[in-house]
């Protein structure tokens, strides 16, 4: 499905044929992220199997504690007659399944190893379709290099922080890619796709709305091509997706490595074609493509319901992601449409459209007629810039549509405190800058982007988006949405969002940059 000669694709297979020739030091630093998105996926199953240890452990110190407490004075436990039989202790009141040695222990550590493993035999072939090892080669080849090594023992191990942006590739999964997230993505993407359909349709002949007219005038309603549209912090890539089975043209993007190595799985790896170690669902022939069986909630042990609920099993895909039927045959002989996916930060893939980058700007036709941000723009570092390049890759009358709350990624961190701002005086009555000081070395271990980020209200956000030069064509306030929620869960966050479309009406006025 994706276009593989786009330069953009971030496979592993195409960091591994990297021509070194030249290589800088900001190549170095790709292929030692690339490297360790690859091992937080190897690594899996054998950091949460040792997390279970960890749990394991902190029971029997509590056990062995109660013991202690409970014995009598002079040494006597319960079981000796100590203590009366009947009084309650801890060890009494816990549940079976978490008591070590137990039947049902052991039935409860084999359910949770086999949903870790479950998890793992997923990303091993997503790491498999990526050109990279799975964990079981890794396994084997550590092995063999120990029968030649005497250090083979050393692995080097990620961090927490690396296996949870896993776990959050897994939920993601459930939202985008299983049934059991329908209703949730619905919320999002029957609006932003509706807007289109509306606003853009493939054929403005197929609607006599005036309002379509009117808002479609300045855009090239020519059958051939289809319209282009981005869709950045694309995720595991389902709304680009759904609005290409439309018959747009689509370009995904994002920034996240370890998303962006599972869409390319899930949009070109489960198709049936492929040798995939998934189940084969379908019926075969043409119409089948692999499933998998994911426990996308293994990490969760706050608010759960149930130990069965944490390690439930989940489906994904849910369709077959190959089989689009766009409509390209009969008397439209439309272009067919393209997807592709790009890597990176947003700025650093888009602000080729700004005006300052005109002397090296693409061609009109490499603009775009839609932007789609689902849960998206609150991910800027600065929203200003975001908005301006947004504005810059739309053609006159293109769409910028937005769903989503205003989270603000990068707030709450590097704020300044009244020791940052006191500047006392020196010996000779001069104020230094010991305050300015203070707030660099207290937050030097943060991103640069925590720094410079502002939170704006939508108020604020509004006026930006007409500012650049916008005419806002629809708005809709307080519509609750969840993000990757477990539907279980005893705690479920819910967004009070915004669903706004508006369109490119004029060109930048000269006060803004």
């Not at 290099?145 to 776990?167: F, H, L, P």
């Not at 293109?398 to 010996?427: C, K, Q, R």
Request: glycine letters at 8%.
């Amino acid at each position: 499905m994706m276009n593989q000669d786009n330069p953009g694709l971030p496979l592993g297979a195409q960091h591994q044929q990297t021509n070194c020739q030249g290589c800088d030091d900001d190549d170095a630093e790709e292929k030692e992220h690339f490297q360790q998105v690859v091992s937080s996926y190897q690594q899996y199953a054998t950091f949460h199997q040792t997390r279970q240890q960890g749990v394991n452990r902190r029971m029997q110190h509590l056990l062995r504690a109660s013991r202690r407490d409970d014995a009598s004075p002079d040494g006597v436990s319960e079981a000796d007659g100590g203590v009366d039989a009947e009084m309650p202790t801890i060890e009494s009141i816990m549940p079976p399944a978490l008591l070590p040695q137990t039947v049902q222990n052991q039935q409860y550590q084999k359910q949770f190893c086999d949903a870790s493993i479950r998890n793992q035999f997923f990303l091993d072939n997503v790491l498999k379709y990526s050109g990279s090892m799975t964990s079981q080669e890794v396994l084997r080849h550590r092995r063999e290099q120990g029968n030649n090594r005497s250090d083979a023992g050393t692995t080097e191990w990620v961090t927490e922080d690396k296996i949870s942006k896993i776990d959050s590739v897994l939920k993601s999964l459930s939202r985008d890619w299983s049934r059991e997230g329908l209703k949730e993505r619905s919320i999002v993407y029957d609006r932003m796709i509706g807007a289109l359909e509306r606003y853009m349709p493939l054929d403005s002949r197929d609607n006599g709305s005036d309002d379509v007219d009117e808002l479609t005038d300045s855009i090239d309603q020519r059958l051939s091509p289809p319209p282009r549209v981005a869709v950045p912090g694309s995720g595991l890539g389902r709304l680009a997706w759904e609005i290409y089975s439309r018959g747009y043209s689509v370009q995904g993007s994002d920034f996240s490595l370890p998303m962006l190595l599972a869409s390319d799985f899930m949009l070109n790896g489960c198709c049936a074609g492929e040798k995939i170690d998934g189940e084969d669902v379908g019926g075969g022939g043409s119409s089948s493509f692999k499933q998998f069986g994911i426990c996308p909630w293994i990490s969760e042990t706050k608010n759960t319901t149930s130990f069965g609920s944490r390690i439930r099993t989940v489906a994904v895909p849910d369709v077959d992601p190959t089989a689009l039927q766009c409509n390209t045959d009969g008397d439209n002989k439309r272009d067919a449409p393209e997807f592709t996916m790009m890597a990176g930060e947003f700025l650093h893939l888009y602000s080729r459209f700004l005006p300052k980058h005109q002397h090296d700007a693409p061609e009109p036709a490499e603009k775009f007629h839609a932007v789609s941000c689902s849960f998206f723009l609150d991910t800027a570092p600065s929203l200003p810039h975001y908005l301006l390049t947004i504005y810059h890759m739309l053609e006159e009358g293109g769409l910028l549509l937005h769903f989503g709350p205003l989270m603000y990624h990068w707030s709450g961190h590097g704020g300044l405190i009244p020791a940052d701002v006191e500047t006392p005086a020196n010996s000779n009555g001069r104020r230094n800058s010991n305050g300015t000081n203070n707030h660099k070395r207290r937050n030097k271990h943060l991103d640069p982007r925590y720094l410079s980020s502002i939170d704006y209200t939508w108020e604020e956000v509004r006026y930006m988006i007409l500012q650049c030069g916008f005419e806002i064509v629809e708005e809709e306030m307080h519509i609750p949405a969840h993000y990757t929620p477990d539907g279980t869960s005893m705690m479920k966050v819910i967004y009070d969002c915004v669903f706004l479309v508006a369109r490119k009406k004029r060109r930048l006025p000269n006060s803004i940059r």
